[in-house]
Every structure is written in C-alpha cells, then in structure tokens.
C-alpha cells in the first residue's frame, strides 16, 4: 500500500465549478499535512498546510480527519488558472520535515 | 532572483556516465533536500542536509548516488555509472527551519540514453 494515495484524475470541470480531491495516508503517526501545487514541468509550490480543525484559503479548503486518515482539499468558482496537478503531502517524520508526497491529481478547468 | 537555484537545468548523457548537479539554496536556509521526480508520480525523497550535516538517506538513495553540502551553503548530487531508470526530474527544495515551507528550484530534469 503506498504511503499516501490520491485519484490521478483528471478531473475535468467548468470555470465556476466547485471540485474536492481526496487523499489517505497510511501511517498513523504521521505529524504534519499539506497540499503542494505543480503546473505542468515547473516544481511544486505550497498551496496550504492542512489543520485538524480545518482550514481556509480565500476559494481554497482543506479538510484534515485524523481518525480516518483522510486530507481533502476542496476549490470554489474554479478559474482556468487552477488548472494544475494538486499533490497531498505529509511529513512522517518528527526530527525534520521529511515530505512524502501522493501522484498527485491533475485537474483541467475549462472555458 | 533570491530562489532557489539548480544547475544545469537539462543534462542528456549515456549510460554509464557520471554526471553531477548542483543546488543553490535560499541564503538563510540551513536546511536543504533532494528529491527525484519520474512522470506521472509525486516527488521521492532522496537526503536531507542541516547545515553541512547530512542526516537523513533514502533506500532510493543506492551506492551509485552521492551528495555533498560542503560548506553548508550548496549542495552537489552526483550519480555514477548512470543507468536508464536513473532518468527523473531531481529537485532540491530548501527551508530555514524544522517545521518551515519547503522552497523548491527548478529542477534539472536528466535524461539517460
């Protein structure tokens, strides 16, 4: 079982559409949670760190649920510009930021 | 440009050629990691560097890789006797602290034939 899991997609919606992306992680200890953005050959770039309590980013929200060991992310009125990969991300170390990322889900928004 | 940089940003060789990459990290950032990155898949963790400490080794990480941070400023990723699976993206991404955003470069995407 991989460490971290996503649907690769991809997920294609209409500007204006609101998509969640799922992940699961494997390891219960696991200490610190992220999305990462990646357009298409350009490195990854932190989107948003993901809390137990749930957290909001202008059109963007994660969502963290410990006991079942599932992150999400969800995007409102979806822009041509979010067309991107979208990687769940987490940190299963505790002495340094040791990241392991999922596939990744590729999402295109269309006109 | 105050980012992190990587060089060279392509490299073609033949196997079995020795090839090596170098990463500029942000200035303050004392802590720096390497990552490789094939099609289709997230970035893989290969090592982790405070300062000129390398700490952390992934089992990706075979005899044939090596990394060196010298003098705690840049970093070197060497490969020896390149193979056709060694054939990714390898990123470098530094932060300033333990629990910081990792700020990744650009990448220098390698191609084995």
């Known amino acids: 079982r991989k460490e971290v899991e996503q649907d690769p997609g991809p997920f294609n919606v209409p500007e204006g559409a609101t998509v969640a992306f799922n992940c699961t992680y494997s390891?219960?200890?696991?200490?610190?949670f992220f999305w990462y953005r990646q357009d298409c050959r350009k490195e990854p770039k932190l989107l948003m760190s993901?809390?137990?309590s749930g957290n909001e980013d202008g059109r963007f929200t994660a969502q963290l649920n410990r006991a079942s060991q599932y992150i999400s992310l969800l995007i409102r009125d979806s822009k041509l510009s979010d067309s991107a990969t979208y990687l769940c991300?987490?940190?299963?170390?505790?002495?340094?930021?040791?990241?392991?990322f999922g596939t990744g889900t590729r999402l295109l928004v269309s006109p | 440009d105050t980012g992190v940089s990587q060089d060279p940003r392509h490299k073609i060789t033949k196997r079995g050629q020795n090839v090596t990459f170098r990463c500029d990290p942000i200035?303050?950032?004392?802590?720096l990691y390497w990552y490789r990155q094939t099609l289709g898949q997230g970035p893989e963790f290969l090592t982790y560097?405070?300062?000129?400490?390398?700490?952390?080794k992934s089992r990706l990480l075979s005899d044939r890789f090596s990394a060196e941070r010298p003098k705690g400023s840049f970093s070197t990723l060497e490969i020896q006797r390149t193979e056709q699976g060694d054939s990714a993206m390898y990123l470098c991404?530094?932060?300033?602290?333990?629990?910081?955003?990792?700020?990744f470069g650009p990448g220098t995407r390698l191609t084995v034939t």
């Open positions: 991404a530094s932060s300033p602290y333990r629990d910081s955003e990792q700020y």
């Open positions: 390891n219960s200890a696991s200490q610190s």
């Open positions: 993901v809390y137990s």
């Open positions: 991300v987490v940190n299963m170390n505790t002495g340094f930021q040791k990241l392991v």
């Open positions: 200035s303050e950032h004392n802590r």
């Open positions: 560097f405070q300062n000129e400490a390398q700490l952390e």
